[in-house]
């Protein structure tokens, strides 16, 4: 700052230029310092705000695998649902299977008993 100061050997002029320069560094060092400020803020938003997406990315992975897992607990309740409906089919035909024997099985009782 030695060189900013007023100089006797310096003209007036010179000396109120020299006294602007002076003024000059002193609003640049403050906005270096504000933007300084900023930054450092910004940079802390900027952690907070990856954090932030971290957070989500692993909550999404968690969300994924259970939609994955519910995926497979529907299919296999799917396939139980067909194989129950499939049993269902096949104990109405053996009803009616047995239903048809029952009234042979009584047909030939009685023709045998008239016989």
Do not use: W, Y
Request: proline share 2%; glycine share 4%.
């Amino acid at each position: 700052m030695a060189l900013l100061q007023p100089d006797k050997n310096l003209t007036p002029a010179l000396n109120s230029a020299l006294e602007g320069l002076r003024d000059d560094l002193e609003r640049a060092r403050h906005l270096a310092a504000e933007v300084h400020g900023k930054v450092d803020g910004s940079s802390k938003e900027c952690e907070a705000l990856r954090f932030t997406l971290q957070k989500s990315f692993d909550t999404l992975a968690m969300l994924r695998h259970g939609i994955e897992e519910l995926r497979r607990e529907r299919h296999f309740f799917a396939n139980e649902a067909m194989r129950a409906a499939a049993l269902e089919i096949r104990m109405t035909d053996l009803t009616v299977e047995r239903d048809r024997l029952q009234v042979q099985v009584e047909e030939l009782s009685a023709a045998v008993v008239r016989k």
